[in-house]
Nanobody
Framework: QVQLVESGGGLGQAGGSLRLTCGAS????????MGWYRQAPGNQRELVAN???????NYADAVKGRFTISTDNTRHTVYLQMNSLKPDDTAVYYC??????????????WGKGTLVTVSS
């Protein structure tokens, strides 16, 4: 059983910063990629950023230059540092990871989400 647990959401101000954390626990053989998605009311869930086990990162255009994704592979943890926040960043942020529980088996897991609200 694998679980992803997010923390760090809350209320931020425009121009301010927040940091999200997601920890993976359970029977983990290896982690292929970890990332963050977000879903604003009335919108589809969209990719924010992800990072591979080799450290390759990918960002949505809307957050490039403002958000930074990083990992602590030893702890199976991924972080999202969000700077220069905008009201448009308001959404529920979900952690997602592709995890092997044993060799050859790769499964995508989701966290339950953490709400980020940015006031103007």
């Amino acid at each position: 059983q694998v679980q992803l647990v997010e923390s760090g959401g809350g209320l931020g101000q425009a121009g301010g910063s927040l940091r999200l954390t997601c920890g993976a626990s359970g029977s983990i053989f290896s982690i292929n990629v970890m990332g963050w998605y977000r879903q604003a009311p009335g919108n589809q869930r969209e990719l924010v950023a992800n990072i591979t086990s080799e450290g390759t990162t990918n960002y949505a255009d809307a957050v490039k230059g403002r958000f930074t994704i990083s990992t602590d592979n030893t702890r199976h943890t991924v972080y999202l540092q969000m700077n220069s926040l905008k009201p448009d960043d308001t959404a529920v942020y979900y952690c997602r990871a592709k995890i092997s529980v044993r060799p050859g088996i790769l499964i995508a897991y989701w966290g339950k989400g953490t709400l980020v609200t940015v006031s103007s």
